[in-house]
């Protein structure tokens, strides 16, 4: 797994910022709360042992939901970007992916050495993964591949 870096400010996090700006409106009304743009971005290299980088734009405070996973968007910037297989079985999590912008792949599998299944992603597409599977997600196009992420929390 890969440390995360928590951007909040400089030329870097206005880059993302930007980038998604482009396809989406980065704003959320919380329950009784004023409408607000996301609450951090989590930068991840490599992750799980994928290429490249991975910004995960956080929606909501942990206080704010059961989960701060819960509503998430997955950003992968540039062509080749990449989270490598990786379970949440030891959280118990599954997660959803909506599919915003761009395109990608999915792979999927059962164990570590299991089966790999694949799915072309494009806009529209919706994935799922029980938190007993292995997955990850590649950016294959040109732009930006920017998915919705929803993660169930059931310790």
Same mark, same amino acid.
């Given at each position: 797994?890969? @440390? /995360?870096?928590?951007?909040?400010?400089?030329?870097?996090? @206005?880059?993302?910022?930007?980038?998604?700006?482009?396809?989406?409106?980065?704003?959320?009304?919380?329950?009784?709360?004023? &409408?607000?743009?996301?609450? =951090?971005?989590?930068?991840?290299?490599?992750?799980?042992? *994928?290429?490249?980088?991975?910004?995960?734009?956080?929606?909501? @405070?942990?206080?704010?939901?059961?989960?701060?996973?819960?509503?998430?968007?997955?950003?992968?910037?540039?062509? *080749?970007? &990449?989270?490598?297989?990786? /379970?949440?079985?030891? =959280?118990?999590?599954?997660?959803?992916?909506?599919?915003?912008?761009?395109?990608?792949?999915? =792979?999927?599998?059962?164990?570590?050495?299991?089966?790999?299944?694949?799915?072309?992603?494009?806009?529209? @597409?919706?994935?799922?993964?029980?938190?007993? *599977?292995?997955?990850?997600? &590649?950016?294959?196009?040109?732009?930006?591949?920017?998915?919705?992420?929803?993660? /169930?929390?059931?310790?």
């Amino acid at each position: 797994m890969s @440390d /995360t870096i928590i951007l909040s400010e400089g030329a870097e996090f @206005d880059h993302v910022i930007q980038e998604v700006s482009k396809y989406i409106n980065l704003y959320v009304m919380a329950f009784e709360k004023n &409408e607000r743009t996301i609450t =951090r971005v989590d930068k991840r290299e490599n992750m799980y042992g *994928g290429n490249g980088t991975v910004y995960m734009l956080q929606m909501f @405070d942990q206080k704010e939901l059961a989960n701060n996973r819960l509503a998430a968007y997955m950003v992968l910037l540039n062509k *080749g970007d &990449e989270s490598g297989f990786h /379970t949440h079985n030891q =959280r118990n999590e599954q997660e959803l992916y909506v599919v915003v912008h761009g395109t990608g792949e999915y =792979r999927e599998r059962t164990g570590t050495e299991g089966f790999i299944r694949k799915k072309a992603l494009q806009k529209g @597409d919706i994935t799922a993964i029980r938190s007993i *599977g292995y997955h990850s997600v &590649e950016n294959t196009g040109g732009e930006p591949l920017i998915m919705f992420v929803i993660t /169930t929390n059931n310790p």
